[in-house]
């Protein structure tokens, strides 16, 4: 079973409303990433993070697109203001820090914008 | 930049024949690949990985051999289960440094009837 924990795991919005999502990654795991996974399956890596620090990110457009990563508390992703086209699943994963290291992912939150 | 080409994207087949999945990839950098399996609902998790050239890595009936001089790791099983029916993905890890986002193909639905 995961250890990656995703909450929620639906979530429906209307369009302008905010959206936000949140994963408590692997116990030990320093590096959380963040993907969208559209309704054809491709996968669109979003960010990372290394102990609360990015670590790579894509150009989130309009800025509408935030993420966290606080110490002691659950990472978060957040929409500002949802668009149909953000439909989608969101997958968090964490990992060890390392090339070769497996990467764990949580069973996803399924953004629908209506 | 770095890529990662799945041919198929959908595989259906009969319980007990074998399968192979198509995957190839370009980078400027020492590869490591990984297969990832995703079923209906679940999280993906881990199947195989490998960064050594020429050496068949295994794992739950499925093997697959990354070959350097083809950029291919292409996934095999020789007799295929109804529970294999799910969603595979190769990925690949981009960068030196750990930590860093996998780039993932657009992913292979197999579909096993009885």
């Known amino acids: 079973n995961s250890k990656v924990i995703q909450t929620p795991r639906y979530l429906v919005k209307g369009q302008g409303q905010k959206a936000k999502m949140r994963c408590i990654p692997e116990k030990g795991h320093p590096v959380v990433f963040w993907y969208q996974q559209n309704k054809n399956n491709e996968f669109k890596f979003l960010i990372n993070f290394q102990n609360q620090e990015v670590l790579q990110q894509i150009d989130m457009t309009e800025k509408r697109f935030s993420a966290e990563c606080p110490s002691n508390s659950p990472c978060s992703l957040e929409i500002q203001s949802s668009e149909a086209g953000d439909s989608a699943l969101y997958l968090c994963a964490s990992s060890l820090a390392g090339r070769n290291t497996e990467v764990f992912f949580g069973k996803g939150t399924r953004l629908t914008v209506v | 930049g770095d890529s990662v080409t799945q041919t198929e994207g959908l595989v259906t087949l009969t319980k007990g024949l074998p399968v192979m999945l198509n995957c190839t990839y370009q980078?400027?950098?020492?590869?490591?690949l990984f297969w990832y399996v995703q079923h209906l609902n679940e999280a993906p998790k881990l199947l195989l990985k490998?960064?050594?050239?020429?050496k068949r890595t295994e794992h739950q009936g499925f093997y697959a051999t990354l070959h350097k001089s083809s950029s291919s790791f292409h996934l095999q099983k020789s007799s295929v289960q109804l529970s294999d029916s799910a969603l595979y993905f190769c990925a690949l890890s981009d960068t030196l440094q750990g930590g860093r986002a996998l780039i993932f193909g657009t992913g292979t639905t197999v579909s096993v009837s009885p």
């Open positions: 980078t400027t950098y020492s590869p490591f």
């Open positions: 490998s960064s050594t050239d020429n």
